[in-house]
């Protein structure tokens, strides 16, 4: 701590060197993050004193929150279902597979099972919990092997996850086919629809992910991605709107007396920014929005192709992956490289088709 304080104009030329030196986002093509909506920022600016930790200090807060549940609740086709605001895909995953063991507490030795293609947050969510963690292959094109997920049920086995947009090839697991193996071994099925959440709904054909599917548990769902709000912003949804509550614990000096949630501070502003998206969105906004960045996605991958360098997979969701050389890719661009070193885009509303021809110009003149 600095002995005695500095001037406000120091400090904030101090600040402004410091945010000077972060990376533009005219170039980053590797985040699944983007520039917040403008609304978002204003909302977000609006409640910045906002604690969902104890609402009952701010019900108008805890109303906006309950009221972007709903409004998931409706877009993934179960308008009654629970749920509550997290701080990104990470506190989902871990709080749906607690949820799930809660449930379980039967068993002594539990394991779940996930796709090789699962994001890092489950490893963290089994490490906390105590959990095993079984992989299941993937087959040829990225996508969870549902047979062989199948096959590594046991009676130990309490919950099965599948992803809707995963993170390095977006690819939608074959959610029907695992809700079916979740029913038949009455298994709690969560899917990561942490990215795809915000897309899959907005396709011209919508890949049923949600809970339209019977025997879809619980999903989770980024705004701080595609939902242009400000970080940190993500929803945990329950089909049956009180199962969360075999979480809670006692809460005595709150406004409430028990809370099922993992953080306990929680800032409301974000979740007033991914309302505002939302509704100033609305559906039809929504979709120009994806369609545009699937419109890139598919441009990117064309003009990748033109100079010999081909997609790894056809995505269901604007995350481009490719076979090449990383000594090609020129700066200052920021790319990032999947586990099986192919190179990965993704095509967020910041990266405009102007972005991309400016990309692809200047990885084609490195090719030439
Ligand atoms: N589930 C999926 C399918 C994800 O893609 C991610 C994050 C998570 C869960 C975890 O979400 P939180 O990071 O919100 O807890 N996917 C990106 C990744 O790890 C996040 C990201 C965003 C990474 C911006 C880099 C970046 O610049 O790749």
Request: charged letters at 20%.
């Amino acid at each position: 701590m600095l002995n005695k304080g500095i001037s406000e104009e120091e400090l904030f030329t101090f600040l402004a060197d410091r945010k000077s030196e972060d990376l533009d986002h005219d170039f980053i093509l590797s985040s699944m993050c983007t520039v917040p909506h403008s609304v978002a920022v204003r909302a977000h600016c609006m409640f910045m004193e906002t604690n969902l930790g104890d609402p009952g200090l701010f019900p108008g807060t805890m109303a906006l929150e309950k009221l972007l549940i709903n409004r998931f609740g409706s877009l993934f086709h179960c308008p009654d279902a629970g749920g509550y605001a997290t701080s990104g895909g990470t506190e989902s995953n871990i709080q749906a597979l607690r949820l799930a063991k809660a449930l379980r507490h039967d068993i002594r030795k539990p394991n779940v099972i996930v796709p090789e293609s699962a994001h890092f947050s489950f490893r963290k969510a089994c490490d906390i919990l105590g959990l095993e963690m079984r992989k299941a292959p993937l087959t040829r094109d990225y996508r969870m092997d549902a047979g062989a997920a199948g096959e590594l049920v046991d009676r130990n086995t309490i919950a099965l996850v599948g992803v809707a947009g995963t993170t390095e090839y977006g690819m939608v697991d074959p959610i029907a086919d695992l809700a079916k193996i979740a029913r038949q071994h009455d298994l709690f099925f969560h899917v990561d629809a942490a990215f795809g959440g915000m897309v899959i709904p907005f396709l011209k054909k919508p890949i049923p992910f949600d809970f339209s599917v019977k025997g879809v548990t619980s999903i989770a769902v980024d705004p701080h991605k595609m939902g242009m709000s400000t970080i940190p912003c993500g929803c945990l949804l329950t089909r049956e709107p009180d199962v969360l509550n075999s979480l809670n614990i006692d809460t005595p000096y709150l406004t409430v007396k028990q809370e099922y949630t993992l953080a306990g501070t929680r800032p409301g502003a974000p979740v007033a920014g991914a309302l505002a998206v939302m509704d100033y969105l609305g559906f039809a906004g929504m979709k120009a929005v994806v369609t545009g960045c699937m419109k890139n996605t598919q441009r990117l991958i064309a003009g990748m192709e033109t100079f010999g360098i081909p997609r790894a997979a056809t995505p269901d969701v604007n995350v481009a992956t490719f076979t090449c050389d990383k000594a090609r890719v020129p700066g200052p661009w920021k790319v990032s490289w999947t586990c099986r070193k192919h190179l990965r885009i993704v095509c967020m509303p910041h990266v405009t088709l102007g972005r991309i021809e400016a990309f692809l110009k200047d990885i084609g003149e490195s090719h030439a």
